[in-house]
């Protein structure tokens, strides 16, 4: 096994550079998904479907109030109906809300934590029949009095939770009491969906004493412990399957209530079972991002250099969560200034749990600091851009670390030019085409890059043909593409000779899709793995394993093309690979960065938003795909455009329902809504991050868009909305005179 701790900052030798036509020539290429052709026609299996055979189903039934006890639950009416399998209340191990590799939620328990907490589940022969039992089955209750605002009384700073410790570095109410210039404004976003087009499920059997889940999950190695200790059992006797899911958002990183309850419910009827969760359900039964009230303090002297700045934000979670949204997360490493301030309060609700959706942190952290930039660089009297440029930091201003790579300038520069920035900014509410008040916004994109453990195998068979295996999963972002483009830019291999299998904890284990360090993860150490492979070929070949130059399935060295299926030799070569952090990882602060940039026309009448363009310019290390990559960034543009304009979770403070939890009434950007997004990359292999020296950009796209979109808003208008998203009774009674 190849292993590589990060201890220094290196990228192997076999690993082409951007732009030259090393290897297979095939790394960073734009190349289409080749999971793509299955997805379409429908031979792609996710969570629900190609059940074994014999298989139940099953519907969940909710607590039907937000806070309270469960003092009795009369099945008998759903037992009755013909059809119908079991109706399990009783069973120990039922959890009382999302489980997670952290903490399990209270299993057993009569209280209720929220409302439409699972409280039984129903089996039957079939789904109608399940829904009219579930439909039967009456809950009695002894409600209580409920904590269902998320913008209560917070506690300030609650150490047990979250992973951001608070930050206090010099004194920034003598440095804003000082400042020429200073803003200090509160900003406050919703709660928002991880809305999936798949909706969670699994199916879920047994095999004597063994558990095999089929799960729509983001890191199914976590969710193998998780379930096992839900249960009782060693995680050995589970298996775990998501060769496709669709989509995650990060709401699939821990393991809903209905993986478990479907494993308890195919233990009790002796037959397989799948359980979906209708969309309203999913709501209720998988976690949400927080609703946030951010405060944004800014002081600079004249000539705009910021000498303060601090983001302290109030966030929601319930009893049994433990994740807490860490706010200020892109903020830390993204501007200069001396004096800092960076903390977290707590609001304790009995709500369905918050936990990590797109971009924790930063997706909704960006509103409230790049606005407030926004309106800093209006009182300076200087561009937006400009004020940006100034308050670039050397290095970590948080922590002191250097940067391992930052590109941030180059995107401000080359984002500039193609969007066609202007020297000067027009006055607010100065642009008018009719009726159409016309704006233009920019903000800067921040993600975290994370290096994480990982391990792959890879086996080049008799033929000269590859084969990829870990425990990855697909969630829609192209790992199947990504891996196969890996192995064959390292072992000289079109893309028709490399096969990918993943998504099964049978495989070698990695951190799965999550927190955007899963492909740049499971991408290194499918590397290590055919280093492992060249430094076997190497020594068949009496060369040293820099010397080999892979092509067309051939081997060079001394003069000498060798096929690879000659060097095999009738026995597998199998290569393994193993990457995790180390020195390097500590000694650097890593992120990927960004520029974005916004035109929207508002109408002067009726307050209608429409976003014209957008473009961002991103810095993610190396390109792996340049098509997933920018897949992946418009996805995130769209979606913060989304966050400004449409999505609000909104909850009813009497009783702790949400009052949207669907898709009629929680509205989403449409393809009506979303312009023609571009998206750019200015590369530079990050050799501190990680083997493939990529960084993340799953999560990137979404970091700054919908800041851009909300400062280009106030730009056409003049109204400054700090409350997202911006709806048009925010804007009506601001708007200039048509």
Not at 37 to 51: C, D, N
Not at 202 to 220: E, H, K, M
Not at 459 to 469: F, K, S
Not at 584 to 606: D, Y
């Amino acid at each position: 096994m190849t292993e590589m701790t990060m201890d220094a900052a290196a990228v192997p030798s076999g690993l082409a550079d951007p732009g030259t036509d090393r290897g297979g020539g095939l790394l960073g290429r734009p190349i289409d998904r080749v999971d793509g052709l299955s997805k379409v026609t429908g031979g792609a299996p996710y969570a629900f479907e190609r059940a074994p055979k014999g298989a139940a189903v099953a519907a969940i039934v909710g607590a039907p109030v937000g806070a309270g006890r469960v003092v009795a639950i009369d099945v008998a009416a759903a037992a009755a109906l013909p059809g119908v399998l079991a109706v399990i209340v009783d069973d120990p191990r039922m959890p009382a809300g999302q489980a997670s590799s952290g903490a399990l939620p209270q299993q057993g328990t009569d209280r209720i934590f929220h409302y439409g907490q699972p409280v039984a589940i129903v089996v039957a022969e079939s789904q109608q029949v399940a829904n009219e039992a579930a439909a039967l089955v009456r809950v009695e209750v002894t409600p209580a009095t409920g904590r269902f605002d998320p913008r209560g009384e917070p506690v300030i700073d609650e150490p047990r939770i979250g992973f951001l410790p608070p930050v206090e570095m010099g004194d920034v109410d003598a440095a804003m009491a000082d400042a020429a210039v200073t803003v200090d404004a509160t900003y406050t976003t919703p709660v928002h969906f991880p809305a999936a087009l798949e909706p969670h499920a699994t199916t879920a059997w047994w095999d004597g004493d063994r558990l095999t889940l089929r799960s729509s999950n983001q890191v199914i190695g976590a969710a193998r412990k998780t379930v096992a200790r839900a249960l009782g059992i060693e995680a050995e006797r589970v298996r775990v399957l998501a060769p496709y899911v669709g989509g995650g958002f990060g709401g699939k990183t821990g393991v809903g209530a209905e993986a478990i309850l479907a494993a308890i419910a195919a233990e009790r009827v002796g037959r397989p079972v799948k359980v979906a969760l209708p969309r309203r359900q999913v709501a209720y039964m998988t976690h949400h991002r927080s609703d946030t009230v951010q405060r944004i303090r800014l002081g600079t002297d004249t000539d705009g250099r910021l000498r303060a700045i601090a983001h302290e934000s109030v966030v929601a979670q319930n009893d049994q969560g433990r994740f807490l949204e860490p706010v200020p997360f892109g903020t830390l490493p993204l501007y200069a200034g001396e004096a800092r301030r960076f903390t977290t309060g707590l609001v304790r609700v009995d709500l369905p749990e918050t936990g990590a959706v797109r971009a924790p942190g930063e997706a909704v952290g960006t509103f409230a600091v790049e606005c407030g930039m926004d309106e800093l660089a209006e009182r300076l009297g200087i561009n937006p851009l400009e004020l940006r440029r100034i308050n670039e930091p050397p290095v970590d201003p948080t922590t002191g670390k250097r940067f391992s790579t930052r590109r941030m300038i180059d995107c401000y520069d080359e984002g500039a030019r193609r969007f066609g920035w202007p020297e000067r900014v027009p006055d607010p509410g100065s642009v008018r085409e009719g009726e159409w008040l016309i704006g233009i916004g920019m903000a800067a994109a921040l993600r975290g890059n994370f290096t994480v453990e990982a391990q792959a195998r890879v086996v080049l068979d008799e033929g000269g043909r590859a084969r990829v295996e870990c425990d990855m999963t697909d969630i829609g972002t192209g790992t199947y593409t990504i891996l196969a483009q890996v192995a064959g830019e390292m072992l000289g291999l079109g893309l028709d000779r490399v096969d990918v299998v993943i998504g099964d904890t049978d495989l070698p284990p990695t951190a799965g899709s999550g927190g955007s360090f899963g492909a740049n993860s499971s991408a290194s150490a499918v590397v290590l793995a055919c280093e492992d492979i060249r430094a076997e070929l190497a020594r068949r070949m009496n060369a040293a394993p820099e010397e080999l130059a892979f092509e067309n399935g051939c081997v060079r060295a001394g003069g000498r093309e060798t096929p690879l299926a000659d060097l095999v030799r009738g026995e597998p070569i199998v290569g393994r690979g193993h990457t995790k952090p180390g020195k390097e990882t500590e000694a650097t602060s890593q992120a990927s960065h960004g520029a974005q940039f916004c035109e929207v026309a508002v109408n002067a009448v009726t307050g209608e938003v429409r976003v014209r363009r957008m473009l961002g310019v991103f810095d993610i290390g190396r390109v792996l795909n340049a098509k997933t990559a920018r897949s992946q960034a418009i996805g995130g543009m769209a979606w913060g455009l989304a966050y400004a304009l449409h999505e609000d979770g909104v909850v009813d403070v009497r009783d702790g329902r949400f009052v949207n939890p669907d898709f009629a009434e929680y509205h989403v950007a449409t393809n009506a809504d979303v312009p023609q997004l571009e998206a750019w990359f200015v590369e530079q292999v990050d050799a501190s991050a990680n083997p493939a020296g990529a960084k993340g950009v799953g999560e990137l796209g979404i970091s700054g868009a919908g800041a851009a979109v909300v400062n280009a808003i106030y730009n056409a208008t003049g109204v400054r909305v700090r409350d997202m998203p911006v709806t048009l009774d925010k804007l009506l009674p601001g708007l200039p005179a048509v």
